[in-house]
């Protein structure tokens, strides 16, 4: 089992920045890929960006390249997502999320099923 635990989320104005974290316990955090997902009101969960194990590889949805950051650090089992240039359009519960797939796997981890364990989630609320 891996407990996930996100913080960081609050109020701020659009244009400014918020900076999240999910620090995981129980099973070796090491190997498992890392993601950031977000619902909004009355809207569909989507994937927001992740992180390969090893931290060398970076996927980002479109909406968010440029203006987000998602990093690791295997020896605190700690995942960040630093947020940028925060629009109203953000505003969502963010959930980080984490699993383990085949080494042979090569895709960007962006789905929900190539994820085992959530977070509770934070929420982010950018005003206009």
């Known amino acids: 089992q891996v407990q996930l635990v996100e913080s960081g989320g609050g109020l701020v104005q659009a244009g400014g920045s918020l900076r999240l974290s999910c620090a995981a316990s129980?099973?070796?955090?090491?190997?498992?890929?890392m993601g950031w997902f977000r619902q909004a009101p009355g809207k569909e969960r989507e994937f927001v960006a992740s992180?390969?194990?090893?931290?060398?590889?970076?996927y980002y949805a479109d909406f968010v390249k440029g203006r987000f950051t998602i990093s690791r650090d295997n020896a605190k089992n700690t995942v960040w997502l630093q947020m940028n240039s925060l629009k109203p359009e953000d505003t969502a519960v963010y959930y980080c999320?984490?699993?383990?797939?085949?080494?042979?796997?090569?895709?960007?981890?962006?789905?929900?099923?190539?994820?085992?364990?959530w977070g509770q989630g934070t929420q982010v609320t950018v005003s206009s």
């Open positions: 129980g099973r070796t955090f090491r190997r498992y890929h």
């Open positions: 992180i390969s194990w090893t931290g060398s590889s970076t």
């Open positions: 999320a984490t699993g383990v797939l085949p080494s042979y796997y090569r895709g960007s981890y962006s789905k929900e099923n190539e994820y085992d364990y």
